[in-house]
């Protein structure tokens, strides 16, 4: 069985590493990977592939930066090339990038069978570029791998159910897989500069980056917080903050850093605070409150108790979470048993 899995983005490195672990070594299984180049600088793309070991891609097709349509329709032309030549029994695809659209799309319309990890989240935001890709790559998929009841809910709601079936998160197998790792080898990351007590933040989406009111609100935030923000900045981000604002003297801003770190300083962060949807859950699995910068979320199981607070980007509602106590009321099982990779494989294998 021959299966090209297209990935771009940091999340999608992240997510296929669990799932390509469970590739390999199944003997009628050929997988060949294909790196879209939408993410490339070296902390945002070949740290994952190292650190995670994740095969090399058997293409990169060096797409990079660019417009929603160019990035996407290069993408396209690319992924066509490859899907030609390869004739894969399917197509693999991950989450809400304008990779996961530009590999459906391509695949569908060579007649290629396409399954999509990730599949049936929703914000009901369709302004978010990321809510178009969803419905679209759901809509022409043949294969949906739910990682929520509530996934395989709104696929149901949009007459998506037989095409649909429950497998975990696989973002739930990695940090329970590489979260282990990292507590058995305490001595392997420099903390060394990292204070004892700090918030770890993330901002990355468009609809905070694009909007300088947004931003500026957040750092304000920021700036009110009586310790440490650490802040690994996503470069769309570093962008928009070297051009419009002083950063506050509290806040750290690094550069972004490799997964096992990045879980690290989750493990040990005061609370979290984001507008990234892996970082919401990943927080949540690590027991950490996080504060999310949105105004809706396609993680909703997160939200009881406060371990997930929305806030949106004014500075009051977000001082306000910061200041919340600490839930200590258990957290739910919903995301799956840390063997959503497993259960993607066997569904794959028993569709060919
Ligand atoms: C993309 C996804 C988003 C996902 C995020 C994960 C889409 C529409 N958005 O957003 O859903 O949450 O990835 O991180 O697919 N840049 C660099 N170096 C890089 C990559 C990007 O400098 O290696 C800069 C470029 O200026 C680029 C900007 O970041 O224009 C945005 O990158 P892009 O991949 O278009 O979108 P993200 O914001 O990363
Ligand atoms: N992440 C990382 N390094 C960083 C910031 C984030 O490894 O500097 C990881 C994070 O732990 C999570 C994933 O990247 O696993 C989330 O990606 P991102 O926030 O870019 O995208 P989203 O999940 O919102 O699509």
């Known amino acids: ?22 590739f390999r070594g199944v003997p009628d299984i050929h997988e060949i990977l294909v790196h879209t180049g939408q993410h490339y600088d070296e902390n945002m793309s070949e740290v ?27 993408m396209m032309i690319k992924i ?68 929520t009841t509530t996934a395989i809910k709104n ?26 790792s990292i507590r058995s080898n305490p001595e392997k990351f420099n903390t060394k500069g990292i204070p004892g007590l700090y918030l770890l933040a993330t901002i990355h989406r468009a609809e905070n980056t694009d909007n300088p009111e947004n931003i500026l609100n957040i750092l304000e ?17 570093r962008k928009v903050i070297s051009s419009i604002a002083d950063i506050p003297s509290n806040v750290h801003v690094i550069n972004p850093v490799g997964y096992l770190e990045m879980l690290k300083l989750t493990m040990n962060a005061h609370k979290v605070i984001t507008d990234s949807g892996g970082l919401q859950k990943e927080a949540y699995f690590l027991g950490k409150q996080c504060i999310t910068i949105r105004n ?23 001082l306000e979470a910061i200041h919340s106590n600490i839930p200590i009321s258990p957290r739910k099982t919903e995301f799956g048993n840390g063997k959503a990779g497993a259960v993607i494989l066997e569904k794959l294998h028993g569709r060919v």
């Open 80 to 147: 066509e090339e490859v899907l030609l030549r390869e004739k894969p029994d399917f197509t693999l695809v991950y989450g809400d990038t304008n990779s996961t659209i530009a590999g459906s799309l391509s695949s569908v319309k060579l007649h290629i069978p396409v399954a999509h990890v990730e599949a049936g989240l929703r914000s009901f935001n369709r302004s978010m570029p990321e809510e178009i890709n969803r419905i679209v790559t759901d809509r022409i998929s043949d294969l949906l791998f739910a990682p």
């Open 296 to 318: 809706e979320t396609e993680w909703v199981e997160t939200l009881h108790d406060h371990w997930n607070i929305l806030t949106g980007t004014l500075p009051g509602k977000i």
């Open 1 to 22: 069985m021959k299966i090209v899995t297209i990935i771009g983005a940091r999340p999608q490195f992240i997510k296929a590493a669990t799932v390509s672990r469970q």
């Open 155 to 180: 696929l149901e709601n949009e007459g998506l159910a037989g095409n649909a079936c429950f497998t975990g998160d696989v973002m739930y197998d990695s940090v329970l897989y590489y979260a282990a």
């Open 221 to 237: 935030a920021f700036s009110r917080i009586d310790y440490p923000v650490i802040f690994p900045v996503h470069p769309r981000t």
């Open 48 to 74: 994952f592939f190292r650190e995670l070991e994740i095969p090399l891609p058997d293409f990169n097709l060096g797409v990079g930066s660019g417009t929603h349509a160019y990035q996407t329709g290069m």
